[in-house]
């Protein structure tokens, strides 16, 4: 027989080597392949005479890796004991049990986008029905112990749905920490930009507006609570120059030039105590958003920004609740779910200061009410005074979920301020005579909607509200016997539906329509002499808005336009609103935001005509004539970085506001008595720097501005604003010392206010018969520099997996600063030729403590 050719030997060594190799391989895969276990049992049945005695839903659904055939069966029962969440349990040679463990695992996992594959941070774990829960890490890793086998998680992050999982899932992974991914949420107009500004819980989105998330909320100098209008004003741009959440300042602006909307429905009143608590209860509050430039079209009124408030919008299957008690204020609120598809919400607080005082009720009250007849009247010989101040709030919401493309919602809130005061004089005769006064500010607001998602693509909101705003006060002046009534009343009542189409994830579509319809009064009557004055105004306006939103990759725009037409005044008003981000690099962005904005409803000041002293703005409503529209146009530019937790962002606004009247500014100086129509101009820079890690975050920001007011009719024409804050710094720390106890410092400086001082030759003047002031340049000189220190800390004691107790301090200027907040002056009424100097402080060092428990 011949030999083989060498290249014909050569293919078949080849073919038997290749053959040898898939053999080797296929062997292998036999072993690694994931099968069934209801398979495997069967095998081992037949292989070692054996029976197995189980439930079939213990064993469904449960894969294992095939383990080597050479295992006999004592080795194979081991080896499925150390991979199973199962009990394999011998009873006698031929029967053999199974049977699921009761066990806690531990579990990790990566969150992960949808659309950049890349880790969340920040994004929130929770086992349900227990208090056990952690967040993500830079990288979106997360890790928890001693978690019940059974127990389900929730893994949120805003701006994406959110998805639940069960532990067992975990376990069943074969891949280390399981990868969790999130899908965007279409209906979430803009994404997350930086999960952790400042604080835990506080967010920036791609389009520039803060959110303030209530229920993951970490900790700010000097509060005890996620006390929402003091919260934003850690922010740039966003103060108060009398440290009151009822005068708050965004970019120049004054407050009532703030558009405040608890779930749909415009408010009116914002604090309790006359401006140093937020009227706003935040345990049933899920989230704040706060916009101060480039607003959504669907949103009209406030010139200066929008503060948009959200209670929560989930029907649970956990009835959970908590309560809580500080030094001014108990509270309680409940999630009570009824049925799978129904739910009720509910929450309260209230005073407790009428019971018993504290040092920090002392405080406030001495703030508040430093410049009223209050504390006036008991400097008067033969006078004694009493007052009680009692405030309260109550909200309550009803979510029902027809099917998962219907849902409906109704809410109520309540907010009350009820000021008695007594006066008690004593005449030469040794007779006293009593006479009472009161003051109460209502907000009362209604509202619901009907929220459709008619297809992946197309959905629609039809929703509703009304708000009715009263303040009342009945003065009885002792001396002159005199009783003088006030009432100031705003009903407001709103519908509108919105539709929104997306075309893509990356394209949006929103058209919509809104009617509005506002009525003020003010009304004053006086008995001696008899006088008395009702004025009551009422405007219509309707409104259609568009919107286009574009975001894919890095590029970002929200381009829209809302036309406003002014049924009373035969007005249309179209007002163009642009927000655009373009990211440049993996650092750095660019953003460009712009709006035209106006405002029918404004308030007036009037010191010589106020409500005890103690509320001197009343709102009223624009006639076109003498109290116009404002009207505002505001453009910003601003630039991004941001790399390994650190932030920075330095924006340039520029913003004019016309149609302002004097009598809404609430001057100090010879313009006190005028009335004419005038505008302001605000520029400045903002900037921030954050960093932020595991433990600890830090933050630096300044914000300088000019602002000026123009009013042709004065002279000077041009002059500083009474809020103009030429700089304006912030600074402050978090720390989280333990994973229960986290530390918070951070320090407030800016310029004094403006004032104006009296004619240095001539501090009087007399005019027929009565002495004023004479006042020189206006507003050209200003207070000291406002400086305050604050600190707080939380403690959280975690007793069970279903409750904790948690313990807050926080005290407000450490240092006892003495800041002058405001300065005036008034005739000297022991020398008409001279004038007294009066100014308001702020508050002095107030400590604050809470005690919540939560369930």
């Not at 080849?14 to 069967?42: C, E, K, M």
């Not at 009873?91 to 009761?102: A, F, G, N, P, Q």
């Not at 009715?468 to 009885?476: E, K, P």
């Amino acid at each position: 027989m011949k030999d083989k050719p060498l290249h014909f030997i050569i293919m078949e060594v080849r073919h038997w080597l290749v053959s040898l190799y898939l053999l080797i391989v296929s062997t292998g895969f036999s072993q690694n392949q994931q099968i069934p276990l209801a398979d495997y049992l069967t095998t081992i049945e037949t292989t070692f005479n054996v029976k197995f005695s189980y439930a079939v839903n213990d064993v469904t659904n449960i894969n294992i890796t095939r383990p080597s055939e050479t295992l006999d069966l004592k080795s194979t029962l081991d080896y499925l004991n150390a991979n199973t969440l199962l009990n394999f349990k011998t009873i006698d040679k031929r029967y053999i049990t199974v049977s699921v463990l009761e066990k806690t695992i531990s579990i990790c996992g990566i969150v992960l986008s949808d659309e950049t594959n890349q880790g969340l941070l920040g994004a929130s774990i929770i086992v349900n029905n227990t208090y056990l829960g952690t967040s993500s890490d830079n990288n979106g890793q997360f890790s928890l112990n001693d978690i019940p086998l059974q127990a389900t998680i929730t893994i949120s992050y805003l701006g994406f749905k959110d998805q639940i999982i069960t532990a067992r899932a975990f376990f069943d992974s074969q891949q280390g920490c399981k990868p969790i991914t999130l899908l965007v949420d279409n209906q979430m107009l803009s994404e997350v930009l930086i999960t952790k500004y400042l604080t835990t819980g506080l967010q920036k989105l791609i389009d520039g507006n803060i959110v303030l998330n209530t229920e993951q909320f970490g900790i700010l100098p000097g509060l005890i609570a996620p006390d929402i209008l003091q919260s934003i004003q850690v922010l740039p741009g966003v103060e108060s120059v009398n440290e009151s959440v009822a005068n708050i300042n965004v970019r120049g602006g004054t407050n009532d030039q703030n558009l405040i909307l608890w779930d749909g429905i415009k408010m009116y009143h914002s604090g309790h105590f006359f401006g140093l608590i937020s009227a706003y209860n935040p345990n049933l509050t899920n989230k704040v958003i706060v916009t101060k430039n480039g607003t959504s079209s669907q949103y009209s009124d406030g010139v200066s920004s929008t503060i948009n408030m959200f209670t929560k919008d989930k029907i649970t299957n956990t009835f959970s609740g908590g309560a809580g008690v500080n030094l001014i204020s108990t509270d309680a609120f409940l999630e009570i779910p009824i049925s799978k598809k129904l739910a009720l919400h509910i929450s309260g607080r209230r005073s407790i200061t009428d019971a018993f005082s504290t040092p920090t009720y002392d405080n406030y009250f001495e703030r508040s009410f430093q410049d009223s007849d209050i504390n006036i009247n008991p400097n008067l010989d033969n006078s004694t005074t009493q007052s009680d101040f009692v405030f309260y709030d109550y909200t309550a919401k009803v979510l029902f979920d027809l099917n998962d493309k219907h849902q409906f919602r109704a809410n109520i809130i309540g907010i009350n301020n009820n000021l008695d005061y007594t006066e008690s004089i004593t005449d030469s005769n040794t007779t006293t005579s009593t006479k009472s006064s009161n003051l109460t500010q209502d907000n009362l607001g209604y509202g619901g909607n009907w929220n459709a998602q008619w297809n992946d693509a197309f959905s629609t909101t039809v929703s509703g509200s009304y708000s009715q705003y009263n303040v009342d006060a009945s003065d009885l002046r002792v001396q002159t016997n005199q009783r003088l009534t006030q009432a100031n009343e705003v009903s407001e009542t709103s519908l509108q539906l919105k539709t929104e189409y997306n075309f893509n994830t990356n394209l949006s579509f929103i058209n919509g329509y809104q009617f509005n319809e506002i009525g003020i009064l003010n009304q004053t009557t006086v008995t001696v002499p008899a006088y008395s004055k009702t004025k009551k105004d009422v405007l219509l306006n309707h409104a259609f808005f568009t919107e286009v939103q574009y975001h894919k990759n890095n590029t970002y725009l929200r381009l829209g336009a809302r036309a406003n037409y002014f049924q009373k005044f035969d007005q249309l008003l179209i007002e163009p609103r642009l927000n655009v981000r373009q990211k440049l690099s993996n650092q750095f962005a660019i953003k460009l935001e712009g709006e035209f904005k106006n405002q029918t409803a404004t308030q007036i000041v009037d010191f010589q005509d106020d409500f005890l002293g103690v509320e001197n703005r009343r709102w009223i409503l624009a006639d076109n004539q003498s109290i116009p529209i404002s009207k505002s146009k505001q453009a910003s530019f601003g630039i991004d970085y941001k790399q390994r937790n650190l932030t920075l962002d330095l924006t340039s606004f520029y913003k004019v506001v016309q149609g302002i009247t004097a009598r809404n500014q609430g001057f100090y100086n010879n313009f006190q008595y005028l009335n004419a129509i005038g505008n302001y101009t605000s520029k400045g820079v903002e900037f921030l720097a954050n960093k932020t890690a595991d433990r600890f975050s830090t933050w630096l920001s300044y914000t300088y501005s000019i602002n000026d007011y123009q009013f042709d009719s004065f002279t000077p024409s041009v002059f500083p604003n009474n809020v103009d804050i030429r700089h304006s710094v912030s600074l402050g720390f978090n720390y989280n010392v333990l994973q229960n106890l986290q530390l918070s410092v951070g320090s407030v400086w800016h310029s004094g206010q403006p004032y104006t001082n009296p004619l240095a030759s001539n501090p009087t003047v007399q005019i027929n018969n009565n002495y004023y002031v004479n006042y020189d340049q206006p507003n050209s000189q200003n207070v000291d520099p406002f400086f305050r220190l604050d600190a707080s800390i939380n403690y959280d004691f975690n007793f069970t997996k279903d409750s904790k107790l948690s313990f807050r301090a926080g005290v407000k200027n450490v240092t006892n600063h003495h800041n002058t907040i405001n300065r005036y002056f008034e005739v000297d009424p022991e020398d008409t030729n001279n004038t007294i100097q009066i100014d308001n402080k702020s508050l002095g060092l107030t400590p604050n403590a809470s005690l919540r428990y939560s369930f």
